[in-house]
């Protein structure tokens, strides 16, 4: 028995499936569905190791064996049913728990939740990771995972877990915080969420270098987040000081539209004087769209055209 489940453990592994076929099967004490399992999945046939490994209950099995089953249906499983996936990866961890399955778990789960949106759990494996993990040779594939859940999740863009999500960037060296601002500040303006757009901006901006491209698109975001809210003078004034040629080439869109969104929600009614174009407001403390059903249009078109010209690829 100990000998067949070595040899699955073996495949799952990373064994050469050819070694393992050689084996005396009809000696070999072991589940007919989890052995062909493992030997599909090691010769990438993905859906037949689906098929044949998804009622398998790890926690049935040794905890060397089901540590390293549950790690595989966490793999397999991710993209089609993420919540077993999910489910799989956590019986992993806690079967193998120090291990290199348990770091593989932490580093696939991450993104999972990520994508479920449970900040909660997202936060936990973070700072288990940080924890145990932080100083290993996959740390840079955690982090990337990490980002990309961020980037592909509404995780970060409540304001209210903002100071949360900065206590887990503190954990980052500094180039790798500060992209990661970037990121946030990007995808929450993309989304309106325009409080966290200036939150992150700031943050980019105290770790960005003078004169760096990082450093404008710091003052981008802050600027957008400024002109669209409560500081339309400041926020313009910022927009319009940005060395474009620092931008990437998919932000400088979106920098002309924001411009021509806050000019032109500044613009007077039609039939107003010339005297009330060429002076603004007294008070610009926050733009008052629903004062004019005129405005109100002009400043939706705006919007929809803005939406329109984001629709890239997110970072």
């Known amino acids: 028995m100990r000998n067949s489940q070595a040899a699955v453990i073996y495949l799952l592994s990373g064994g050469a499936p050819q070694i393992v076929r050689k084996l005396p099967r009809d000696k070999m004490n072991i589940d007919e569905r989890l052995f062909n399992g493992a030997l599909a999945y090691v010769e990438g046939r993905q859906e037949e190791a689906r098929e044949l490994l998804k009622d398998v209950k790890p926690r049935t099995l040794s905890s060397g064996l089901g540590g390293q089953v549950a790690l595989v249906q966490g793999a397999l499983f ?6 077993l996936a999910i489910e799989r990866l956590d019986d992993a961890r806690l079967l193998l728990p120090g291990t290199l399955v348990e770091e593989a778990a932490l580093r696939r789960e991450i993104l999972l939740v990520g994508q479920a949106e449970d900040f909660d759990k997202f936060e936990f494996l973070t700072l288990a990771y940080i924890r145990h993990y ?3 040779i996959y740390a840079g594939d955690f982090w990337q995972r990490f980002s990309t859940g961020l980037a592909q999740s509404s ?6 877990r903002f100071a949360r999500i900065a206590a887990l960037l503190e954990q980052i060296e500094r180039a790798g915080r500060l992209k990661l601002y970037l990121v946030i500040a990007r995808a929450a303006m993309l ?3 325009l409080a966290v757009t200036r939150l992150a901006g700031e943050r980019a901006l105290t770790l960005s270098a003078d004169a760096s491209a990082d450093r404008e698109r710091a003052h981008f975001f802050r600027g957008v987040a400024r002109a669209l809210t409560d500081e339309y003078d400041g926020g313009l004034a910022e927009l319009k000081a940005l060395d474009q040629s620092k931008l990437p080439e998919r932000d400088v869109p ?4 924001t411009l021509q969104l806050a000019l032109d929600v500044r613009k007077p009614l039609p039939g107003g004087s010339a005297t009330a174009a060429d002076k603004p407001p007294a008070t610009p403390a926050r733009l008052d769209l629903a004062s004019s059903t005129v405005t109100l249009a002009r400043a939706h078109k705006q919007l929809g055209e803005l939406e329109l010209l984001t629709r890239d690829r997110r970072p």
Do not use: F, H, P, V
């Open 78 to 83: 991710a993209r089609a049913e993420a919540s």
């Open 134 to 136: 932080r100083n290993s």
């Open 155 to 160: 995780l970060a863009l409540d304001e209210r």
């Open 191 to 193: 989304r309106g969420q």
């Open 254 to 257: 979106l920098l002309n539209a």
